[in-house]
T-cell receptor, first 112, second 115 residues
Framework: GNSVTQMEGPVTLSEEAFLTINCTYT??????LFWYVQYPGEGLQLLLK?????DKGSNKGFEATYRKETTSFHLEKGSVQVSDSAVYFC???????????FGPGTSLSVIP | DTGVSQDPRHKITKRGQNVTFRCDPISEHNRLYWYRQTLGQGPEFLTY????????KSRLLSDRFSAERPKGSFSTLEIQRTEQGDSAMYLC?????????????FGPGTRLTVT
């Protein structure tokens, strides 16, 4: 079945450091890919998405590119801030009715 | 747009009791999803409605679980004879069906603790 694997955390970075969170997926068909973020005490929010191969999703300085050849959707940000501290979930949307399959999440802490 | 709301936000119950959670989706959204999230894990799909029709149920949804969406608006998730393993955050999400990649909007969740 469809699945998502992402790098284990927790990840701790200093402010202004470069961030990469790796994500790979297994899927039949052509799923949509998402990054969701969960800030402390808040609900899940969509951070960015890509719906087809080679699409790049971007939001709030975060980027991820849908790589079909490597089945990957790595999340990157050039300069993280303390306010980026959260749990990040890579996910794929099944094509039939957009059921979302989530990865286990990666906790990010950014220290001043 | 008031977003997706869930009630209650927290529920503590004793093993063997029944509990019911409510989800109010964004008003124009025709799709509604229930997920369960345990500590340190990503949300796991439980079930899905398109309008009032329940179109898929996960294997995770044992026969102690039942979900309804009368009139295609709010939804309820009932757990009968709760077990300690049911302790989790129950998340509701809604979306508007369209082309691929419809964004799901999540509610704040109901945290269930079974003692």
């Amino acid at each position: 079945g469809n699945s998502v694997t992402q790098m284990e955390g927790p990840v701790t970075l200093s402010e202004e450091a470069f961030l990469t969170i790796n994500c790979t997926y297994t899927a039949t068909g052509y799923p949509s890919l998402f990054w969701y973020v969960q800030y402390p005490g808040e609900g899940l929010q969509l951070l960015l998405k890509a719906t087809k191969a080679d699409d790049k999703g971007s939001n709030k300085g975060f980027e991820a590119t849908y790589r079909k050849e490597t089945t990957s959707f790595h999340l990157e940000k050039g300069s993280v801030q303390v306010s980026d501290s959260a749990v990040y979930f890579c996910a794929l949307g099944e094509t039939s009715y957009d059921k979302v399959i989530f990865g286990p999440g990666t906790s990010l802490s950014v220290i001043p | 747009d008031t977003g997706v709301s869930q009630d209650p936000r927290h529920k503590i119950t004793k093993r063997g009791q029944n509990v019911t959670f409510r989800c109010d989706p964004i008003s124009e959204h025709n799709r509604l999803y229930w997920y369960r999230q345990t500590l340190g894990q990503g949300p796991e799909f439980l079930t899905y409605f398109q309008n009032e029709a329940q179109l898929e149920k996960s294997r995770l949804l044992s026969d102690r679980f039942s979900a309804e969406r009368p009139k295609g608006s709010f939804s309820t998730l009932e757990i009968q004879r709760t077990e300690q393993g049911d302790s989790a955050m129950y998340l509701c999400a809604s979306s508007l069906s369209s082309l691929a990649g419809s964004e799901q909007y999540f509610g704040p969740g109901t945290r269930l603790t079974v003692t």
